[in-house]
Each structure stands twice: as C-alpha cells, then as structure tokens.
C-alpha cells in the first residue's frame, strides 16, 4: 500500500452506531495514515479506571448506555488535541456523537476540511459483534469471541493483560445506546453531507477488506 502525506492536517471521523468496528478500523487506519487515533470511549474508560474527574462524571451515564453531557466530553477531547501529536492530523472514534458536538468540533478546528467515513452494518450484526466483544484490561485492545479470538483464551494477544467484557455490552444497556445513535448521532449523516467529504463504506466484510475500501476512499480527497 502507498504511503500517505498530505500538505493540510488529515481530519479523519468514524461514524457509525454502537459496535459498527469504528474502534477496530481506527487502529488499522492509524498504522497505515501514521496520526493518532483518539477515541472518546476509550478516554473515558481509562479516566474511570484511575477515578479522575472525567471518569466520575461519565461513569452513570456511561453504565446506563447515555450520551455524556457535551461540555464534559468537549473539555476532555479539546485537551487531547491540543496535544503536539494531533499537528499532522488525527482520527477521531466516538465524536461527534450530536450536532452541537458536530459545531463545537467545526469551531475549535477553524473550519478545516473534514473526512468522514460513514460504516454501515445492519442491526443484527451490531448486536453480535457487541456482545461478543473482549477488551483488555491493560492496552484497550479489542477482540471478539467467534470473529477476532484471541490465541489464548481470556489473555491479550499484545500485551497478556486480562479480557474483559465492557459493562455496557451487556443487552439492555446495548438497546439504549443503538437507541441514542438512532436519535442524537443518526442525523450527523445529513449534516456531513454537506459540510466534509462524505463516504459510507460497507462495514459487514472482514476488516481488512474494509481498510482497504477506507484507504481507496482517503486516497481520492488529494485530488479534490
Ligand atoms: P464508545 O466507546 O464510543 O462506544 P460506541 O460508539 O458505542 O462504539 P463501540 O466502542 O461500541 O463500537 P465500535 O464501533 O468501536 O466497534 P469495535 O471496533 O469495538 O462510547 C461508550 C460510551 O461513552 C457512550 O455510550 C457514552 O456514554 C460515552 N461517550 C463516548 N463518546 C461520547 C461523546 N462524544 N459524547 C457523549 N458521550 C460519549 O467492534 C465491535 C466488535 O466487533 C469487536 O469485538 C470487534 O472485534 C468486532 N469487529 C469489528 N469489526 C469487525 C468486522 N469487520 N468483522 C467482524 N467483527 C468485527
């Protein structure tokens, strides 16, 4: 695969509901465009792990499978990407998740160019891939009981840390989060269209097909 370089900063966001593989592709992607990956989720989850402010502000909502209040997750991300790493660009995994989010971002980048990819999967097979996903304790690292299993069972293939199941991959709280994606982070859809260079990409084949289709589209926004 080429490399990739560009001139401007390469503003990348996942979009797509709960356990669509936006964290799973922001890994890959993040090896093959060499800029961070920046996941909202995961920041919080750590917070929670070491008991910051962040995390003990997020931690009910979070368990009930809610969105954050907009100001908690705004402050959290605008002090990440002041970090020096983000200069060359980043791809951002869990935000925007609503449209005054969606503005907030358009303000504190002075209006830049945005890409947004778009995954698409159909309802089932979200359910199947969240409820059989394995986290680890240590590095975060997702994996899947049938479809990414790690070598050892319960043991991360990276680092040996512990796999987990997250709290709010259990079904109820599942339900309420496909809930708020459908009401709050649907219609960013609409509002992309208009305002970055938009592509939906199907999320139902494996992941490095998906890269693949990802990378064919990130390539073309050098010659618009
Ligand atoms: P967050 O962590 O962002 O959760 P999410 O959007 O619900 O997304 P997921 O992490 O569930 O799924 P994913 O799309 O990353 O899928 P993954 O790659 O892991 O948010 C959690 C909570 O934090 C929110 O509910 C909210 O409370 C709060 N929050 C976060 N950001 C916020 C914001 N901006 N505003 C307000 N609140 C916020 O894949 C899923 C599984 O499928 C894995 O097991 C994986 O191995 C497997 N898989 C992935 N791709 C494939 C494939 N192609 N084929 C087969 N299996 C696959």
């Given at each position: 695969m080429a490399n990739f370089s560009y001139s401007k900063p390469l503003i990348i966001i996942l979009l797509g509901?709960?356990?669509?593989g936006k964290g799973t592709i922001a890994v890959a992607l993040e090896k093959k465009l060499n800029i961070p990956h920046i996941s909202t989720g995961d920041l919080f989850r750590e917070n929670l792990k070491n008991k910051t402010f962040f995390g003990e502000k997020a931690k009910n909502y979070m368990e009930k499978g809610l969105l954050v209040p907009d100001e908690l997750v705004e402050e959290m991300l605008y002090k990440r990407l002041k970090?020096?790493?983000?200069n060359k660009g980043f791809i951002l995994d869990g935000?925007?998740?609503?449209i005054p989010q969606a503005q907030y971002f358009a303000k504190i980048i002075k209006n830049k160019k945005i890409t947004v990819i778009n995954l698409e999967v159909k309802k089932n097979i979200l359910i199947e891939r969240i409820t059989g996903r394995l986290v680890c304790k240590k590095c975060q690292a997702t994996f899947h009981k049938t479809f990414y299993p790690p070598k050892?069972?319960?043991?991360?293939?990276?680092?040996?840390g512990e796999l987990y199941q997250r709290n709010d991959d259990k079904v109820e709280v599942v339900n309420k989060r496909l809930l708020e994606y459908e009401n709050k982070t649907k219609p960013l859809i609409e509002f992309y269209k208009k305002n970055s260079n938009f592509y939906s990409v199907d999320?139902?084949?494996d992941k490095e097909k998906i890269l693949k289709d990802i990378l064919s589209k990130i390539k073309q926004i050098e010659f618009k």
């Open positions: 509901p709960p356990g669509v970090k020096e790493d983000c935000f925007p998740r609503n050892k069972e319960g043991i991360c293939d990276l680092c040996q999320g139902s084949f």
